[in-house]
């Protein structure tokens, strides 16, 4: 009869768990007979004394096993899907889905939503009005058969193991433990069926993983996994140390990720958006080449150019039209998933427009000096989005899907003094009180460093 108190004071002397003792001890905390303080003191000694490949592969097993496990089978095609560690600005889920099944590769996408200073696809998503992410399995499966992807919600019934001990080690502060992070990570692709995976895994201020090191650690343990569990797997390692793209918070988000789909966006965001799809479509059995890859990938953001569309830099903020100015395989594909799942562009559109016609106007957040960005940190970025009401502090907090940040700047790039650094969205909820902004303004002071010319 095996106890919890004793496999808990095994882990803490830094002893191997074995096979059945990681299954029971998931087991009974999914069926309620091990109660949080026994698992967050297990997950404390996890997080000190670390788990070796083998326990780390059972865990993830474990995890995998304590639901539901999809499986795909459409013809001749591997089903593949993605995952990045999270970050700041990161909207790649949007362009790389739809960017890799418009070259034929069906993607059947799990996501989450954002907690703290991260943000998370679904809330992008949800920015479109209608855009519905409560899929049933059944009902992924349907759409990834008909259209060729789908991104939803992970249903209740995937990996509720996961998902009782991620909130327990976000509030134990056990979250970055390499094999914690490994099989929560793992378990949830396993239990949704992907045949082909690619990880994007970040480092830096704004990601679990603060050093390259680390996140190179938690790569290799994330493919042995996934290759050890015959599963087509390959992992990018990407830096998080600024801000991905100009844009933070949901539909600003959604806005940039739409130019990129349309053959333009920021430099940064479209670089790994092609590096990311050339991987999918090689795990998913596209090409064995990376150039191809790389190749099909470029193509599917190249289009023919649309007369008379455009898109204006008008300052303050930048207004893109609602007509695409390329119409690029991806972003057709972007049209169909939108339109599969009952989201509607053109009241995305109307909202965004309707914001600025109701007089909620960015504040702009101006260089206090002349010089170089030398550091746009990217955690502190995050934060004062989430103070503005573009993320949730705790897992119930709302989210206002028009908060946000627009950069002007990156690193590297110079400033006089006054120019305007970046524009603040606030929520349209309710007024964003001074002291509040106080807060965010002394946040985005701590985010930025100069270099004087
Ligand atoms: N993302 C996850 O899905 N799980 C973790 O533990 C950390 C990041």
């Not at 474990?62 to 013809?75: F, H, N, P």
Request: charge should be negative; hydrophobic fraction near 40%; glycine fraction near 10%.
């Amino acid at each position: 009869m095996l106890r919890m108190s004793e496999l808990i004071e095994r882990k803490r002397n830094g002893n191997k768990l074995s096979a059945s003792e990681i299954r029971w001890i998931i087991q009974e905390y999914v069926a309620g007979t091990i109660p949080d303080c026994q698992m967050a003191a297990w997950a404390m000694a996890v997080f000190f004394q670390g788990m070796n490949a083998e326990e780390t592969m059972e865990l993830t097993m474990a995890m995998a096993q304590s639901g539901d496990i999809l499986e795909w089978s459409l013809k001749d095609k591997l089903v593949v899907d993605k995952h990045s560690t999270g970050g700041v600005g990161d909207k790649t889920t949007l362009v790389v889905v739809p960017l890799v099944a418009s070259c034929g590769v069906p993607v059947a996408k799990m996501s989450g939503r954002g907690l703290g200073h991260t943000g998370g696809t679904l809330d992008k998503l949800l920015a479109i009005p209608g855009f519905n992410v409560e899929l049933s399995s059944e009902d992924m499966r349907r759409q990834v058969g008909d259209i060729g992807l789908a991104i939803a919600a992970q249903s209740a019934s995937l990996v509720p193991a996961d998902k009782k001990l991620y909130g327990l080690r976000d509030v134990t502060a056990c979250v970055d433990s390499i094999p914690l992070i490994a099989s929560s990570v793992m378990s949830k692709k396993i239990a949704a069926g992907a045949q082909g995976i690619v990880l994007d895994v970040k480092y830096g201020s704004g990601a679990f993983m603060t050093t390259r090191d680390r996140a190179q650690q938690l790569a290799e343990i994330m493919l042995a996994i996934g290759e050890g569990l015959g599963r087509s797997t390959r992992a990018l390692i990407s830096p998080m140390e600024e801000p991905l793209g100009m844009a933070v918070g949901n539909s600003l988000e959604v806005m940039e990720a739409i130019e990129v789909l349309q053959g333009g966006g920021p430099k940064d965001l479209r670089e790994i958006c092609i590096e990311l799809a050339a991987n999918m479509l090689m795990v998913g059995g596209r090409t064995g080449n990376e150039r191809e890859a790389q190749a099909l990938a470029v193509q599917g953001l190249q289009g023919s150019n649309m007369p008379g569309a455009s898109v204006q830099e008008g300052f303050p903020q930048k207004v893109i039209t609602q007509e695409p100015t390329r119409s690029t395989p991806a972003w057709q594909m972007f049209q169909t998933l939108v339109a599969a799942q009952g989201g509607s562009l053109d009241a995305f559109w109307e909202e965004v427009q309707g914001q600025r016609r109701h007089g909620i106007e960015p504040v702009l957040f101006l260089s206090p000096a002349k010089g170089t960005l030398a550091r746009l940190d990217a955690r502190r970025i995050g934060q004062a989005a989430m103070l503005l009401g573009a993320g949730r502090d705790t897992q119930d907090s709302p989210v206002d899907v028009h908060a946000g940040i627009q950069l002007y700047k990156k690193c590297g790039d110079t400033t006089e003094k006054g120019e305007p650094l970046m524009a603040l969205y606030l929520s349209s909820q309710e007024p964003t009180p001074q002291e509040k902004m106080g807060r965010v303004c002394e946040v985005l002071k701590d985010a930025i460093d100069f270099r004087i010319n």
